[in-house]
Every structure is written in C-alpha cells, then in structure tokens.
C-alpha cells in the first residue's frame, strides 16, 4: 500500500513560486496514476493536474496548465510546480495515486484511493 506526504506549501506574496512534492511510500509510483487536487474551505476537491500510468499529462481548465506536473520515478516523488501565485489559488493541496487508471478519469477525485494529508498554499496580495 502506497503512503504519500506532501510538503512545500507555504505562505507567500502573490508572483512567487513554490514546488510542491509528494513523496511516496511502499510502492514504487513509476507506472501509477498521480495528480493534485486543491481543495478551499467551503468547497469540494477540484483537480489541477494529473499523470496516467503511460506519463501522459491532464489540467484542469481552472488552471489551464499554469503549474506543471512531474514525477521522478527515481526518487518516487511527485512534483507540481506552481509559479506566478495568485491569491485565487490560496487552497489545501492534495496528492493522490491509484496503480491503474484510464486516461478519461484522471482528473475524477473518485479514480483516486489513496490521498495524502495536503499542504497549504496560502498567497497574499
């Protein structure tokens, strides 16, 4: 079974950069399918980028691609880069894996079974 824990969150002004990083456990994620959510009080978990177990990428239009996904199989670690921050995108960020998936669902939070605990990004203006 699979254990994931982000870091990178943090607080910052709006224009900066932060990576994230997932980092997982007890499984090699090399053939898995990853993405990060992002969740706001309030609110449900929306997606913001996902990778299939072939490295085929997928964005939500929220962010339309804005912040890169991409993993190291070497070091079994996932990666979202987010750069020129904005406040909109203040959230809780989630990692999530599952071994197999298809293509169309990558972006579905229910394609997902295993979470990490998120790390937050907060961003002022």
């Known amino acids: 079974q699979v254990q994931l824990v982000e870091s990178g969150g943090g607080s910052v002004r709006a224009g900066a950069s932060l990576r994230l990083s997932c980092v997982a456990s007890?499984?090699?994620?090399?053939?898995?399918?990853m993405a990060w959510f992002r969740q706001v009080p309030g609110k449900g978990r929306e997606p913001v980028s996902a990778?299939?177990?072939?490295?085929?990428?997928s964005y939500s239009d929220f962010l339309k691609g804005r912040f890169p996904i991409s993993k190291d199989n070497a070091k079994n670690i996932l990666y979202l880069q987010m750069n020129s921050l904005t406040p909109e995108t203040t959230a809780m960020y989630y990692c999530?894996?599952?071994?197999?998936?298809?293509?169309?669902?990558?972006?579905?939070?229910?394609?997902?079974?295993?979470w990490g605990q998120g790390t937050q990004v907060t961003v002022s203006s």
């Open positions: 999530a894996t599952e071994p197999v998936c298809q293509y169309w669902r990558l972006l579905l939070q229910g394609t997902y079974n295993t």
């Open positions: 007890g499984d090699t994620i090399s053939r898995h399918c």
């Open positions: 990778i299939d177990n072939d490295g085929s990428l």
